[in-house]
């Protein structure tokens, strides 16, 4: 870490005990446990003797801006823990947190008449945390387990100049703005309805894009030479409990019984691809075999982190496996991610990272498997001109893996992709291929999702585009708009002419001004309005007005065409 992000991580963890001291000073029943800093700010959990509301936020700031002018200095020292425990004797979180920390001392940091437990790390006084702000109160539990103590989290942000806060809190104006939440009710694109908590409804136009993202995937997949299959949703709970996934996945995953067999709802697609895999013998000669699957899968997440499409109760992956010989793994890692390459770039996205995971201290296998696999990964991406960084004993126990991380146009980072080298079930459910020698040989099994689900991905390029959505995704690409009455029959025709072409394209039906239309059109974020007024109906033209309000006047149908056809997926 840098010296500038130690400086500001200071700033902030600072900023924590100044909300702590304020709450301190105000209400003295309240029992502090943690505040540590964020990425952008800070937070710090507490049980206080009453419930904090919104309309406490005004007087904790106004305390801790009256210490910040005081200028306390900022101390910390070790104290023994028998001291530590006579100091925090009523605060029974400080005495489990000094029960556990390794030792036979802990850290003590004062400002003022205020002491709060803490491993140090801190800037020089309360004078420097002028900039500031609380932002939330939301709710918490003491270790992050829903089965311990609830608490409330105040939570804040922290600068060191009034410049940053500012372009902090620009950026938050501009993230709200076009928060995919939002966009998905202003362009009518999906709902979430409480007889389904996390269950996403798509209306017909969030469908339309859906369907649009599977064709291009399907597309890119058949270049490849993918074969596409479909497994059932609900598979018996055997072949859960044999896959691993019942043991890891137990508490996300949906049960049901049928005749009297215990049933589960797939978390994920592998389990029934690899039986398809098992319908007969393979052929050294059928691999690479590729089997993808868009796969509808159900994952009970806590209600508290459910996030719009971000994180969803089902969703869809463009999942893929690959089975494939040792051999073949660099050359088909090295295929997969040429295909990372092309997809983003379709969404203009070109800021594009890698981190392989690699072999954790349990894992399955050879380790000179491990090795081959590993090698595979690196090798591929060296080959892709690819920037990557290494997360050391981060791989799952089963094999190492590639995730793919994009920058979005406001400079956010979002983890998508993945392509996971798997030796675990090839073994576990005994797979094989006959070699060229006649002998039996275990397949390695590639796992891909370059969406990684649809339902994040679309979320995500929604707030990257800002909801303009591009000619080629967007639901509807075309809306037709008159300027009278008169120039209905045309519009008709052209519209006729535009939907046998497959163009996702509507009439204004309204009896609003053209200046209304457009208005409306614009709202609706559509990329093309087709103007036609009476002289484009007599001529058989039309004027293109772009969504950024550019115009194209007197385009012919042919040149209208070639147009269209040069956006076409």
């Not at 008449?113 to 939301?138: E, N, P, W």
């Not at 892709?384 to 400079?411: N, R």
């Not at 039996?440 to 796992?447: A, S, T, W």
């Not at 708009?481 to 052209?494: N, R, S, Y």
Request: hydrophobic share 35%; with cysteine; glycine share 6%.
């Amino acid at each position: 870490m840098s010296n500038k992000n130690n400086d500001i991580q200071a700033l902030r963890h600072s900023a924590a005990h100044l909300l702590a001291h304020a709450v301190s000073e105000l209400y003295p029943m309240t029992l502090l446990t943690i505040g540590p800093a964020t990425e952008d700010g800070f937070f710090y959990d507490m049980l206080p003797e009453k419930n904090f509301k919104e309309d406490d936020l005004p007087l904790i700031s106004a305390r801790m801006q009256e210490i910040v002018q005081k200028n306390y200095p900022l101390e910390h020292k070790q104290i023994s823990k028998e001291e530590a425990r006579k100091i925090f004797a009523n605060n029974r979180f400080k005495l489990e947190l000094i029960d556990q920390i390794p030792g036979d001392t802990v850290g003590l940091a004062t400002q003022g008449d205020f002491y709060d437990l803490c491993r140090g790390g801190h800037i020089a006084s309360t004078g420097m945390l002028k900039y500031v702000k609380l932002q939330a109160i939301s709710g918490s539990y003491w270790r992050a387990n829903k089965d311990g103590q609830a608490l409330q989290r105040i939570s804040g942000v922290a600068f060191f100049t009034q410049e940053d806060l500012n372009a902090y809190e620009q950026r938050q104006r501009e993230l709200n703005l076009y928060d995919h939440r939002r966009l998905g009710k202003q362009l009518d694109l999906f709902s979430f309805h409480d007889e389904g908590v996390g269950f996403p409804f798509f209306h017909p136009k969030g469908k339309r894009v859906i369907n649009v993202l599977t064709a291009y995937m399907r597309k890119l997949q058949q270049e490849n030479n993918y074969q596409e299959i479909s497994t059932p949703t609900m598979l018996s709970d055997e072949l859960w409990r044999r896959s691993g996934h019942y043991e890891f996945y137990h508490d996300k995953m949906y049960f049901s019984v049928i005749d009297d067999k215990n049933y589960a709802i797939k978390p994920m697609n592998c389990p029934g691809s690899i039986l398809i895999y098992q319908t007969r013998p393979r052929s050294y000669r059928e691999l690479p075999l590729k089997l993808a699957e868009y796969g509808h899968c159900h994952r009970h997440e806590l209600s508290g982190v459910l996030h719009g499409l971000m994180r969803v109760r089902a969703f869809t992956q463009d999942d893929a496996h690959i089975y494939c010989t040792s051999e073949q793994l660099e050359h088909e890692i090295g295929t997969i991610i040429k295909m990372v390459f092309k997809m983003l770039s379709k969404f203009d996205l070109h800021d594009i990272s890698f981190a392989i995971s690699t072999r954790p201290e349990k894992y399955m296998g050879s380790q000179a498997l491990w090795q081959t696999a590993t090698q595979a990964l690196t090798d591929a991406l060296v080959a892709s001109h690819a920037k990557y960084t290494i997360k050391e004993g981060e791989g799952a126990f089963y094999g190492p893996k590639i995730e793919v991380v994009i920058q979005d146009s406001m400079g956010r980072n979002w983890q998508c992709g993945t392509i996971q080298v798997d030796f675990f079930q090839p073994e576990n459910f005994d797979l094989s291929y006959v070699t060229n020698q006649g002998s039996k040989q275990r397949p390695v099994i590639i796992h891909q999702a370059i969406f990684g689900s649809l339902e994040r991905f679309f979320a995500i390029i929604l707030e990257h585009y800002k909801g303009n959505l591009p000619y080629w995704l967007a639901p509807v690409q075309i809306k037709i708009l008159t300027v009278t009455d008169g120039q209905k029959p045309f519009a008709i025709e052209l519209y006729n002419d535009l939907k046998a072409r497959g163009v996702r394209v509507e009439i204004d039906e309204t009896s609003d001004p053209l200046s209304g239309q457009i208005k409306s059109a614009q709202l609706e974020k559509i990329p093309w309005m087709l103007v036609v007024g009476k002289k484009e109906a007599e001529a058989r033209t039309v004027t293109i007005r772009y969504l950024d309000g550019k115009q194209e006047p007197a385009i012919s149908l042919e040149n209208l065409h070639k147009k269209i056809q040069e956006q076409a997926l």
